[in-house]
């Protein structure tokens, strides 16, 4: 399911500074994944025994949506195709050379905030 209450940068922000994604309320459960949409990208959470990590959601073997997928050794299992991407690092099991976008995600006040 997507959500939309992704806050953009204010004028003047800089490229990397810290928008609020979604609430801590709506992060997944443990080992599970769930995708936000902030701005015109899609941004998987997952959570990997109890620590978040923020990725792109399109999976570079195909386009799978990451979000859909299961959490499993903390890795991110596509949907799709069941390529499995590093959490921590972005890089695919099946193609270490192939990484997806991490953001840094922190948790402040109850706001879901990343770094893009
Ligand atoms: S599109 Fe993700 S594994 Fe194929």
Known sequence: MLTANCQLPTAGATVSDLIKLTTES??????????FSCSEKTIC??????TYTAM???CLHRGGPLG???VEGGKVICPWHGWAWDAKTGAAE???????AIYPVKIENGDVLIEI
């Open 68 to 70: 859909q997928g299961m």
């Open 45 to 50: 959470i997952a959570n990997v025994n109890g």
């Open 56 to 58: 792109d959601n399109i």
């Open 26 to 35: 709506e992060l997944p459960p443990a080992n599970e994944a769930k995708e």
């Open 94 to 100: 099946q193609n270490p050379s192939m990484k997806v």
